[in-house]
């Protein structure tokens, strides 16, 4: 009876400690049951085993394998947590300045899942976009487009008090970002511009979105009286927005703090009564 040391790595002492058991508990170790056969009988076993898988194969029906070919991939990533990834990236470095190793990098996913998932850089981006003011920006205007302005302890939360918090909450968590600097929909207004059109008209529809908002706050503000006699909300909105990402570019320019303090403060002194 030969005791040689099997594929997964039990000895031969180990082998005579399962020899020395009852016949029905050696099987147990199905790996280290052949080891207590003759050598031809070793080998009839293995065609036995290899004839039979055979036989089972050629059984299945072809459907069997049509389905295993179209069972959908178990993804190996969460596809929101990757898009944030890139929208991190996108946003520090910019559309050019992103390569696709980059973004699989920063991603850590592959090239197929990247595809599969988002697509081409293009359309990833176009999702990252769309990801940013879902994230980065719908809190900030349903505080300017809400109807419940008061609070119970403190005084009233008024539309010019709620449009300051919105450029201070700007100004400290974009603005002074030394990565970003910047919002990311006026860095893809500078860089991409014109040159792809749905890129641009996406951008446009955002910072309309932005307008829109500043603009029903304004008009509350006006309705109140506190607004300056004469004052017109749309336009007030607009030039709003021009301040809001005119801050972004300089900070990106390299303006001091000192200086985007008094360019905030500058730009909303004309909300003054």
């Known amino acids: 009876m030969s005791y040689e040391t099997c594929s997964c790595g039990h000895g031969s002492a180990e082998a005579r400690e399962i020899d020395r058991r009852p016949s029905r508990e050696r099987g147990r170790r199905a790996c280290c049951a052949p080891i207590f056969l003759d050598r031809p009988v070793w080998y009839h076993y293995l065609d036995w085993v290899v004839q039979n898988f055979y036989a089972q194969e050629s059984a299945r029906p072809r459907a069997y394998y049509q389905h295993l070919q179209t069972m959908p991939r178990i993804k190996e990533?969460?596809?929101?947590?990757?898009?944030?990834?890139?929208?991190?990236?996108?946003?520090?470095?910019?559309?050019?300045?992103?390569?696709?190793?980059?973004?699989?990098e920063h991603m850590e996913i592959s090239r197929q899942s990247l595809y599969d998932t988002f697509g081409d850089k293009r359309s990833l981006f176009l999702k990252v976009l769309a990801r940013y003011e879902a994230l980065a920006v719908e809190g900030m205007l349903d505080t300017l487009t809400r109807t419940g302005w008061s609070r119970p302890i403190e005084r009233p939360l008024t539309a010019l008090v709620a449009i300051r918090g919105f450029f201070e909450l700007f100004l400290a968590e974009v603005v002074l970002d030394r990565d970003r600097g910047s919002c990311l929909m006026a860095n893809t207004a500078i860089e991409v511009g014109p040159a792809d059109p749905e890129i641009q008209a996406v951008v446009r529809a955002y910072f309309v979105r932005v307008e829109d908002a500043l603009h029903a706050a304004l008009a509350r503000a006006h309705?109140?009286?506190?607004?300056?006699?004469?004052s017109e909300p749309r336009a007030l909105a607009r030039h709003l927005v021009n301040t809001l990402y005119g801050l972004g570019i300089m900070s990106r320019s390299g303006a001091s703090r000192a200086a985007l303090r008094q360019m905030l403060d500058v730009g909303l002194s004309v909300l003054a009564a």
């Open 223 to 230: 309705e109140a009286g506190e607004l300056p006699a004469g």
């Open 77 to 104: 990533f969460e596809p929101e947590e990757a898009l944030d990834r890139a929208l991190d990236l996108f946003w520090r470095r910019g559309y050019e300045g992103t390569s696709l190793r980059d973004l699989l």
